[in-house]
């Protein structure tokens, strides 16, 4: 089942090759011009190579199963992966999200607000995410990460199964979270339930969905047995569902096609179970996994391939710019007492200019802090309004309830705004930093090729290299709350690896609510008495947030300092070395006219690392037709 994966897989190690190709080019390179390069202060092109490596290994795509409660998500989920990891029951049961990854082994590890991890048997999982142990959420857990042997996932794939977020008391906060949601897996599996028929809110749900973007959002119309064998009314709720959607955007302005899978979960999930190979192909949950595959391995597989194929083009332009500098100082070395005072004045000028425009850079970071601050605190005053005005023991129950849900909205919509706007300020730097390299690179050479680095490159430093992994395992951990604004292509490690994406406040917030104030509304206290240690919690709960809030900015601001002194100092260190080895040889007509030839060749080699990442990349980006149903 996972052949068009397989494909994504064997494209990527080619590119790989490329890389590495390129890195040892890079590296004789290195070794014949005869510059050290200490630890720790490699050049930017080294670092744009390690990134993309880097990324191309951690490539990891996330589908994500979304709908309203009792719509057979987990059933379908089960059934996607071949065994059971969620739990199915006539309640409704995915109290927090359960992440599936790959695992040579079975395991589960529960996550909670307070930080801690605990390793679980998977048979015991159920009882931190299911409504029924874990009912609100009152043992404060994030979510729940479960790895399983099986083999589509290998390659990276992950699941999420998302809680039912249709939530009566609070439907606009409902679809603003499953939204965000959306908006961050790579593909979205969304549920719904007919007959008997698409409700108000479900509808409204799917409106907002195919609104959005349907090239990654699989509608699945799941029906019971008898409704999915009955040609008759499997083609009449197909007809009338789809219908609905297309009206429903129609009077939005939406235009175009809506494709919809009619599935039995159920079927699907027993036969996967059973191994019978006919019956899950008839239960249409066959043609929805090889269209998620189909669509991740050509679509979301084809943009980050060809992006990192970019990244190394551009990355053998900016090493035939250095070449270039090399043979300017070799064709003239009776030059060179000039060029190194021109070179005194570039470098004297990159610093000060450097620091200015860190400088403005970051004083764009206050009111975005400031800002995002003001979202994180938004729900508490109303919600303390909201506790001053209850009546009774059963409405603090519904409060919590409807609290922890706009408090995870908040969160979420904080998490992204924050790496939006940072990311902004950081690429506005890089732009600005590119501009100075180019300036310097010009005043030695015109008509070299042009700086044009990811800005991972420009400001990650080796050092902050080796908490990379670490640092994107929290951010995929993060990724149904929001906290992931786009994928890890094009440099977004870097951003991951400086704090530059928050944590997961939405999740955190949530479960902070769930943990904090289920005590309360068990304590058996008076009302007046429960009120005012709800609002006490309250307190608590936003101190928290902020608190997690300033420490995550207050680092990603520095490291981002400390990367950028590092990379200029590492840059103008190494144009003064390649200024003395040149001066050095000045006297032997004959090793620099072999350093010369050295250098032409060169020039060939970076172009073949070029060619070697084109032709590495050959995936068609077309969109696959998919469903079994479409609507005009």
Known sequence: MAEFLEAFDAERASLLAAVGHFEEVWERFQERRGIDVDEGADSLIAHELALVRADLESTQFTVGVFGLIKRGKSTLLNALIGREVSSMHVTPETAVPVYVSYGDQAAATVHFASGERKHVAVEDVSEYTSQKFNSGNHLGVTHVEQEVPVGFLRNGTRLIDTPGLDDAEADETYTTRTMQELDVVDAGVVVFLSPPTVGATEMGFLTEVVSRNLKNTFLVCNMYPQHFHDPETRNSVLEYAGSRIVEACERGGMTGEVRVYPVCALESWEARRDDDIDTWKKSGADRVLRDVETYLATSAGGEVLSMAADRVVKASEMAKAEVGVRLKLLNDPEALAGVRSKLDRSIA???????????????????????????????????KREVGQLSSTDELDAFSRSFKRKLEVAGELASRQFGEGFETIVDHLRSSLEDEFNSVMSDLQPNLPKFTLSTGAMIMTPDQMQAVEAARRRSRSAATGGAVAGGLAGGGAAFVAIGALLGPLGLLGGALVGWKLSEVMGSGRSLDKAKEAINGRLDEIARELLRDFDKQVDEAVEALRNSVIRRRKAFAADLYQQFDLVQSLGQDPALLEAQRKDSHRFLEAFDGCADKARNAVVFSLSDTARGDSTFA
């Open 349 to 383: 000028d990159l610093e000060r200019r450097f620091d200015e425009a860190v400088s403005m850079a970051l004083t764009e970071v206050g009111p975005l802090k400031l800002r995002i601050r003001g979202l994180l605190t938004k729900p508490f005053p109303l919600a």
